[in-house]
């Protein structure tokens, strides 16, 4: 499995489907990046965030776990990361209902499956980062993984990593 960010499809420049905050942050954390890169970045950390938020609680241990995966971004710096961390935090709640969606999108179109199905490990990575994956979490997985255009093979397999900490199955 190739490095998680490491590699990012390169499809020309065309321009993003959202202007946001997050998306203002990125570029000047990432100015050297080209801008499908900088695109692949704001999606997948706004879907870390809406995964953090489902269950309505964005958690401490979530967003480290955030910092953790946005760390991995080449040519990201601690600097870069603490503000996209920042903006995550003032703007979950409209990341996770409004801005999602067109994230999704955005990596399906820009991503092939081996990296798309990268990312949705490291969305259930999130979700379990707390020692239990609630089923609200779990309703934004399975929703995240078909918009990603997985399959769910894709699912199944990436959350039977955690299956321990499905609360579904703790009663």
């Not at 990046?33 to 241990?61: F, K, M, Q």
């Not at 980062?129 to 255009?149: F, K, P």
């Amino acid at each position: 499995m190739s490095g998680f960010f490491e590699w990012l499809i390169a499809l020309g420049t065309t321009t993003p489907a959202v202007n946001t905050r997050l998306a203002e942050v990125v570029q000047a954390a990432l100015p050297q990046a080209d801008d499908d890169t900088r695109r692949v970045v704001v999606a997948v950390a706004g879907l870390l965030a809406t995964v953090a938020y489902a269950d309505r609680d964005y958690a401490p241990v979530e967003e480290a776990r955030i910092a953790k995966e946005l760390s991995r971004v080449q040519g990201l710096d601690q600097r870069g990361v603490a503000a996209i961390r920042a903006v995550l935090r003032e703007s979950v709640r409209n990341i996770a209902t409004v801005e999602a969606p067109i994230y999704a999108r955005e990596l399906r179109a820009l991503a092939d499956h081996d990296f798309r199905r990268e990312v949705l490990d490291a969305l259930v990575d999130i979700a379990a980062a707390d020692d239990e994956i609630t089923v609200a979490e779990t309703n934004v997985l399975r929703a995240t993984a078909t918009a990603l255009g997985l399959s769910q093979d894709d699912y199944n397999d990436s959350q039977a990593r955690h299956r321990d900490k499905l609360r579904i199955l703790k009663r």
